[in-house]
């Protein structure tokens, strides 16, 4: 399996920028999708963005399009997401995805998760 660690997470003030990183270690990085998700406390985990195994496609929700890029580093074994123009409404808890299949907007698809960083976006 894939084990992931997040980086990069902090205190940002409205309309700054913060790029989080997802190492990984384990069974090869390049087969896998990736995709990033958040969770701000008393509220559900929802999905941020996804990348295919090749970066050639990605998907984002609605909230962060156009501000949040999601890309990857094969030879880095590495994930980031690039977040511009930050709101207070995207501080929570910003976890990196593995899944072995076709990328996905449903986190029970994921085969494996990083232990989280923090995103706090001030005023």
């Known amino acids: 399996q894939v084990q992931l660690v997040e980086s990069g997470g902090g205190l940002v003030q409205t309309g700054g920028s913060l790029r989080l990183s997802c190492a990984a270690s384990g069974r090869t990085f390049s087969t896998y999708s990736m995709a990033w998700f958040r969770q701000a406390p008393g509220k559900e985990r929802e999905f941020v963005a996804y990348?295919?195994?090749?970066?050639?496609?990605?998907y984002y929700s609605d909230s962060v399009k156009g501000r949040f890029t999601i890309s990857r580093d094969n030879a880095k074994n590495t994930v980031y997401l690039q977040m511009n123009s930050l709101k207070p409404e995207d501080t929570a808890v910003y976890y990196c995805?593995?899944?072995?299949?076709?990328?996905?907007?449903?986190?029970?698809?994921?085969?494996?998760w990083g232990q989280g960083t923090q995103v706090t976006v001030s005023s």
């Open positions: 990348i295919s195994f090749g970066g050639v496609s990605s």
């Open positions: 995805a593995a899944a072995a299949s076709m990328p996905t907007r449903q986190a029970r698809l994921y085969d494996a």
